[in-house]
């Protein structure tokens, strides 16, 4: 069973910039689609970017896209979200998740972390 451990949270000014990283083990790494998702205070879970097995191929969110960027590493079973000019809207707690497919619902999503919390000061 994969287990999934994000860590980067933290808190940051407006315009700043911070780095999340989702850690993956017990699976077959490369062979996952792997998601970001965000929760804000008082809002439902919604779609941030996700990736293809290879790391080649990435969507993402328009709130977003131009921000953040997801990459990965399936030599080191990490995956990344680079987050630059960060607005207090991306205020929320980050999830990443796994998938057989590329996918924008969460219901597509098999294994999910904890979390970690992002907080952006204006």
């Known amino acids: 069973q994969v287990q999934l451990v994000e860590s980067g949270g933290g808190l940051v000014q407006a315009g700043g910039s911070l780095r999340l990283s989702c850690a993956a083990s017990?699976?077959?790494?490369?062979?996952?689609?792997m998601g970001w998702f965000r929760q804000a205070p008082g809002k439902e879970r919604e779609f941030v970017g996700t990736?293809?097995?290879?790391?080649?191929?990435?969507y993402y969110a328009d709130s977003v896209k131009g921000r953040f960027t997801i990459s990965r590493d399936n030599a080191k079973n990490t995956m990344y979200l680079q987050m630059n000019s960060l607005i207090p809207e991306d205020t929320a707690v980050y999830f990443c998740a796994t998938s057989r497919v590329v996918s924008v619902s969460d219901h597509g999503y098999d294994y999910w972390g904890q979390g970690t919390q992002v907080l952006v000061s204006s």
């Open positions: 990736i293809d097995g290879s790391g080649r191929n990435t």
């Open positions: 017990g699976g077959t790494f490369s062979s996952y689609a």
